[in-house]
């Protein structure tokens, strides 16, 4: 099992809306970062733990976890020209951008910030805390994941 952080603008997507879907299972479009994609392509599998994080709003930071319910597909949103997610280069016979599926499974019982996050010596090396990474998709040890859980 591998696992996960990914990003979401609340005011387009956030844990709230995840937990309402049917079977509380969206799938993860608008990815339009290469290396965000090949992760979500080639890395991410059935089972794998996401921590799903609220970006770009009042107070950045975890507020639940989803797991990967279906490996990448297509991201069809890349075909529609009316989609803000558009991509001419991108045909349903030669993808260029895919998506997965992902599941809710619990919220957090409060959100781990952003700065919380920064201030901790034992999480120099994720991703997230990193001068100038503005992935949407990353990888999370399974150290990290254990260690933020427990600042829950």
């Known amino acids: 099992m591998r696992y996960w952080l990914m990003k979401s603008e609340p005011s387009e997507f956030s844990i709230d809306d995840l937990e309402k879907r049917p079977h509380q299972i969206e799938h993860w479009d608008g990815v339009r970062n290469y290396q965000a994609r090949n992760m979500m392509r080639d890395e991410m599998k059935v089972g794998d733990l996401v921590f799903f994080y609220h970006s770009n709003c009042d107070t950045p930071g975890i ?22 997610h558009y991509d001419p280069g ?50 999370v040890t399974a150290a990290q994941w254990t260690y933020i859980l427990s600042l829950e």
Not at 75 to 84: G, I, L, N, R, S
Not at 108 to 137: H, Y
């Open 63 to 84: 507020v639940g976890i989803a797991k990967i319910s279906r490996e990448a597909y297509p991201d069809f949103t890349a075909f529609d020209v009316d989609d803000k």
């Open 90 to 139: 991108s045909k349903p016979g030669d993808p260029r951008w895919f998506m997965v599926d992902v599941q809710f499974v619990r919220k957090l019982k409060r959100t781990i910030t952003l700065s919380e996050l920064k201030d901790r010596p034992e999480l120099d090396g994720l991703a997230l805390v990193r001068r100038g990474n503005r992935l949407s998709v990353m990888p």
